[in-house]
T-cell receptor
Framework: DTGVSQNPRHKITKRGQNVTFRCDPISEHNRLYWYRQTLGQGPEFLTYFQNEAQLEKSRLLSDRFSAERPKGSFSTLEIQRTEQGDSAMYLC???????????FGPGTRLLVL | DAKTTQPTSMDCAEGRAANLPCNHSTISGNEYVYWYRQIHSQGPQYIIHGLKNNETNEMASLIITEDRKSSTLILPHATLRDTAVYYCIVRVDGSSNTGKLIFGQGTTLQVKP
């Protein structure tokens, strides 16, 4: 257990539905990252927060995806109008500022039917 | 960030040392070498990182060549629980960078009894 938690751990939804995932980082960490991992591939960067500010977004983050980190604590990742191609593991990681090592949560596995 | 090249897969006998190579011939002087591993269906786990000098912790040793163009992760006494995908990543550290990790395909290490 790294101290980063994610909920839910698994989500099955129908195409076109909206889903929201939550990440609770290690409490003193001000940096938070979202990654996506499809089967057989390494994780791919989606977006980065420093405190409550979203400072970088990948091209992978289409306009159907939105992420927030209110008050610089937990973060949510919402996918609107899900598509089958959104099926993946969504990973959250956090790190401190001086300590650059990222610690990952267990991930949320999404299956879109 | 520099690209890395790793073998797709390796086998290792239980109890023996596992030596996982990584090439990063285009690494810059301020880029660190990081190793993570991912056990099936879990989030990536940080193992070790280094800049120039060899590093050792309770999990592994990291040997970086003098020209820094390649490195080797050593698991001194591999166990079945070390079966995982191992990722070698290079990136710039520091508060002015996002710190995002760019994962390749990694090396699938199979530890056999």
């Amino acid at each position: 257990d790294t101290g980063v938690s994610q909920n839910p751990r698994h989500k099955i939804t129908k195409r076109g539905q909206n889903v929201t995932f939550r990440c609770d980082p290690i409490s003193e960490h001000n940096r938070l990252y979202w990654y996506r991992q499809t089967l057989g591939q390494g994780p791919e960067f989606l977006t980065y927060f420093q405190n409550e500010a979203q400072l970088e977004k990948s091209r992978l983050l289409s306009d159907r995806f939105s992420a927030e980190r209110p008050k610089g604590s937990f973060s949510t990742l919402e996918i609107q109008r899900t598509e089958q191609g959104d099926s993946a593991m969504y990973l959250c990681a956090s790190s401190g500022d001086g300590l650059a090592t990222q610690y990952f949560g267990p991930g949320t596995r999404l299956l879109v039917l | 960030d520099a690209k890395t090249t790793q073998p797709t897969s390796m086998d290792c006998a239980e109890g023996r040392a596992a030596n996982l190579p990584c090439n990063h011939s285009t690494i810059s002087g301020n880029e660190y070498v990081y190793w993570y591993r991912q056990i099936h269906s879990q989030g990536p786990q940080y193992i070790i990182h280094g800049l120039k000098n060899n590093e050792t912790n309770e999990m592994a040793s990291l040997i970086i060549t003098e020209d820094r163009k390649s490195s080797t992760l050593i698991l001194p006494h591999a166990t079945l629980r070390d079966t995982a995908v191992y990722y070698c990543i290079v990136r710039v550290d520091g508060s002015s960078n996002t710190g995002k990790l760019i994962f390749g395909q990694g090396t699938t290490l199979q530890v056999k009894p």
